[in-house]
């Protein structure tokens, strides 16, 4: 009795493990990184969890170069149709996840959303220090705009798009995204060492508009 169950276990166990890999679902995309272009060089072929590929079109300003760049391959469930965005002294960064269905559908070219520069009313500490790893101070405030929601403050040593490895120090304006997801992944620069970014909700949020009688 005992070996007739045993194999009727067995059996069972083999139909659910066949059942569970004939339910994953996979899909081929594009895969390129081109961290100063914005066209991709060396494309290649890569499979990929689930239905979705993604295209990553990315803007890094810092100090006086201006960057663009170009990253294709798989996407996490929480990247696809987002913008991440910062704004503050001498640096700032930009991105935008599009993601498509089906086998190499991520044939779209770089393309970032209009920038929305209007200010919101919330106010973020703002400075920029460079070859330093140290907190920088911060001597004034910067108006944040579009959906920058949060203040930020960076520290570390980073890699740029053009090879070069410099130490900063930065504070400014975020949105959600940026703050919630890894933007190392995305911005085109490569982190090496420190504290990295910390989001903080600021102390002025926007004041709501005030309606008199009759209004």
């Known amino acids: 009795?005992?070996?007739?169950?045993?194999?009727?276990?067995l059996?069972?166990?083999?139909c659910v493990i066949?059942?569970?890999?004939?339910?994953?679902?996979s899909v081929k995309c594009l895969a390129c990184c081109s961290e100063n272009s914005t066209t991709c060089n060396n494309v290649?072929?890569?499979?990929?969890?689930?239905?979705?590929?993604?295209?990553?079109?990315q803007w890094f300003f810092n100090g006086n170069k201006e960057y663009n760049g170009i990253l294709k391959g798989c996407p996490d469930a929480e990247?696809?149709?987002?913008e991440g965005r910062t704004g503050g002294e001498n640096l700032k960064f930009r991105f935008y996840t599009s993601c498509c269905k089906g086998d190499y559908c991520n044939r779209d070219q770089y393309r970032l959303p209009v920038d929305d520069r209007t200010p919101n009313g919330v106010q973020c500490d703002t400075c920029y220090s460079l070859n330093s790893t140290e907190e920088c101070v911060s001597t004034?405030?910067?108006?944040?705009?579009?959906?920058?929601?949060q203040c930020f403050t960076y520290m570390g040593t980073m890699k740029n798009p053009d090879g070069s490895v410099v130490n900063y120090s930065l504070k400014g304006c975020a949105n959600?995204?940026?703050?919630?997801?890894?933007?190392?992944?995305?911005?085109?620069?490569?982190?090496?060492?420190?504290?990295?970014?910390?989001?903080?909700?600021?102390?002025?949020?926007?004041v709501p508009p005030k309606y008199t009688n009759g209004s």
């Not at 995204?177 to 490569?190: F, K, L, S």
Request: hydrophobic share 30%.
């Open 1 to 9: 009795m005992i070996p007739s169950l045993t194999m009727k276990n």
């Open 11 to 14: 059996v069972l166990m083999t």
């Open 18 to 25: 066949s059942a569970l890999v004939a339910s994953v679902v």
């Open 44 to 57: 290649t072929e890569i499979e990929c969890l689930g239905d979705y590929c993604m295209t990553c079109s």
């Open 79 to 82: 990247m696809c149709e987002n």
């Open 140 to 149: 004034k405030k910067i108006n944040c705009t579009g959906n920058e929601n």
């Open 176 to 206: 959600n995204y940026t703050c919630r997801y890894n933007v190392e992944r995305h911005i085109g620069v490569t982190f090496l060492y420190g504290k990295g970014m910390n989001c903080y909700i600021p102390h002025n949020p926007p």
